[in-house]
């Protein structure tokens, strides 16, 4: 069996496991379960792409960070956690060391907008992979014809400032929208004073109010894994317009791999 191999790159745990629900839950392709022996048939080169959990920048409590791989009959997808700051290096040594790049049908960027205008981050992201992609686009939110197909994608919805939270809270309204609202007023009891002392960072809210729900849904566990198992971005809230755009990005990129089907959810392949 052939197929053809995309990278997605995120920022953060979060991004990820979003990015990962799109393409399981909505999207249908399977996720790779984490046994070695069958990742040589998911992934070019298993070195590039697994961590070595023998040394973590010489701190074995460093978190190590794994990709996420996905696949369906036609294609395999590399969700690749660039640790914030350190996206565009970790992507570019990638790129350097294995000739990664020359591989791909896809390549796609995952980035929160925060403080930025969307539009600045993507032309961001232009500069730093222009020089392996020269069709690397310009836009948020657009997909550029390959091959590889290329885009990048900046949260919340390629438009507004903010972070990847502000989808999932948008989404969380269909789903869990009571839970939502009790979160939130007891989040809006801490004051300025009150998010100072704590050291709140900006967005630093939006986290709290799904913390405050992952706590009721996922007792103990993280706002990760609350993203995960839970039906936060899930054919439950596809119809949700933010997740809608991210829905149809991802389409986009893997698109030309895909027969038309009259079944939106279908990766019947060609």
Not at 1 to 23: C, H, K, W, Y
Not at 101 to 107: D, E, I, R, T, V
Not at 153 to 168: A, M, Q, R, S
Request: with cysteine; aromatic share 10%; charged share 25%.
């Amino acid at each position: 069996m052939t197929r053809s191999f995309a990278l997605f790159a995120v920022e953060g745990p979060s991004d990820q496991v979003i990015v990962r629900n799109v393409l399981r839950r909505i999207l249908g392709f399977n996720l790779w379960d984490g046994k070695i022996d069958e990742l040589h048939d998911l992934w070019p080169r298993t070195d590039d792409i697994v961590p070595d959990f023998s040394s973590k920048a010489g701190n074995i409590y460093k978190r190590v960070l794994s990709p996420s791989i996905l696949y369906s009959e036609s294609m395999s997808i590399a969700i690749f956690e660039g640790e914030g700051s350190s996206l565009v290096g970790r992507v570019k040594a990638l790129f350097e060391n294995h000739d990664l790049h020359k591989k791909l049908s896809a390549f796609g960027v995952f980035a929160d907008s925060d403080n930025f205008l969307p539009v600045d981050v993507a032309a961001r992201y232009q500069r730093e992979f222009g020089h392996y992609f020269s069709h690397f686009p310009t836009q948020p939110g657009v997909v550029v014809n390959g091959p590889p197909q290329l885009g990048v994608y900046v949260f919340p919805d390629n438009t507004n400032k903010g972070v990847v939270e502000h989808l999932v809270l948008e989404c969380g309204e269909t789903v869990y929208s009571e839970l939502l609202r009790r979160a939130t007023e007891y989040v809006d009891q801490f004051d300025v004073d009150d998010r100072k002392r704590q050291r709140w960072a900006p967005f630093d809210e939006q986290k709290a109010v799904i913390a405050s729900v992952a706590s009721l849904l996922k007792p103990g566990k993280t706002n990760t894994a609350t993203l995960a198992d839970n039906d936060w971005i899930s054919q439950s809230t596809q119809n949700v317009e933010a997740l809608r755009v991210l829905v149809e990005f991802c389409r986009g990129l893997i698109g030309p791999i895909i027969c038309d089907s009259p079944d939106p959810l279908s990766l019947e392949t060609c």
